[in-house]
């Protein structure tokens, strides 16, 4: 794959502040890739900065190999869909897909033409002709696609799309929207706070936090590995042990866990002492006392799908576990002994 967008250590001020801190990164073309992180991060800044809303203060963005930090938002082969759809109300459903078609010069047959094949994509062929009021919250996103699709960007730039749909819709459209992007091939830029948002749809992720990116990688290299307690913490659900670490070789650590129990697991940093260490809920497993380690059961909480089992280690750490719900689990009632079991490669040490 070749190099759809470049940013080389882009800064962004405003005023006394510092929205982005010398951010650099490269998206692949043909690529889902999404900026994720809590509010005021930076992602929706970065997000302007290539769309043209907003101005570099410092570094340069390339998209082809071509630099547009200095093009106006017309200029650039891109097109943003937002949180708010703004869709034209006084125009029909097809009206509103050609309108930047017509913007661009394209004449009235060809437009239509083009509009037609978008709404057929995104499976709205039959609401051509209705006004944008007469559909629901997620055919109105699909028109909003539909309409940025239609001049065939070379990047589209999708701003938190989906945080105006209820849960249902949300996920149903993270399907869509993955597919969309299969099926035409244009590189999508994702921007969200949604985790599971990120994980579903992404070739890979980029974790923000304050103006910097903490790390890229594929949903499951974020997940599985993250590089230091932050994106441990947003990524999912984890237990995060302050533990002591004897020492560590070829980036394997030899860790202290609380109530003495020593186990060996990967290591995101190369200095021992007294670190963090991340445990996915989902990868311990309840075994008899004796067996591993050793906890007593706080307090169980039904989710549906997963029980979700808080314990307390002998050494006084708080930590909880996902269990499938089946008919054969075996519950544990709260003030039990319990052992837990640890997964092959379940623990990761990480850099503070």
Do not use: W
């Not at 759809?4 to 690529?31: C, H, M, P, W, Y």
């Not at 028109?143 to 249902?168: G, H, I, M, N, Y």
């Amino acid at each position: 794959m070749s190099g759809a967008v470049d940013i080389r250590g882009v800064a962004k001020v405003f005023g006394t502040f510092t929205a982005l801190q010398r951010v650099s990164l490269s998206i692949e073309d043909n690529e889902f890739f999404t900026l994720l992180g809590p509010s005021g991060c930076g992602k929706t800044t970065l997000l302007r900065l290539i769309a043209g809303f907003e101005t570099v203060t410092e570094g340069e963005i390339l998209l082809f190999g071509q630099n547009i930090a200095n093009l106006e938002p017309n200029q650039r082969p891109v097109n943003t869909v937002f949180q708010q759809y703004a869709l034209f109300p006084h125009m029909s459903v097809l009206e509103n897909v050609a309108f930047g078609l017509k913007m661009k010069g394209m004449d009235a047959p060809s437009r239509t033409k083009r509009a037609g094949e978008m709404l057929e994509m995104v499976h709205l062929s039959d609401f051509a002709n209705r006004a944008p009021a007469q559909l629901s919250g997620g055919q109105q996103q699909r028109v909003a696609l539909a309409r940025a699709l239609a001049p065939q960007p070379k990047v589209l730039l999708l701003d938190e799309p989906l945080s105006a749909l209820d849960l249902k819709l949300r996920q149903a459209m993270r399907l869509e929207l993955k597919q969309l992007q299969q099926d035409t091939g244009i590189t999508f830029i994702f921007v969200t706070h949604d985790q599971e948002e990120a994980l579903t749809m992404s070739n890979r992720i980029a974790v923000m936090r304050a103006g910097q990116v903490q790390q890229i990688g594929t949903p499951r290299e974020i997940y599985e590995a993250p590089v230091n307690r932050f994106v441990a913490d947003f990524i999912g659900e984890t237990n995060l042990l302050e533990v002591d670490v004897a020492a560590i070789v070829d980036g394997q650590a030899q860790v202290v866990l609380p109530g003495g129990f020593q186990i060996t697991c990967p290591s995101a940093t190369a200095e021992a002492g007294r670190h963090h260490l991340s445990i996915r809920p989902e990868r311990m497993t309840l075994v008899p006392v004796g067996s591993g380690l050793e906890a007593t059961v706080q307090n169980i909480v039904y989710l549906g799908t997963d029980l979700q089992v808080m314990v307390r280690l002998d050494g006084g750490a708080d930590m909880q576990l996902r269990i499938q719900n089946a008919a054969r689990v075996q519950v544990p009632a709260p003030g039990t002994r319990v052992g837990l079991h640890l997964e092959e490669g379940a623990a990761r040490l990480l850099a503070d």
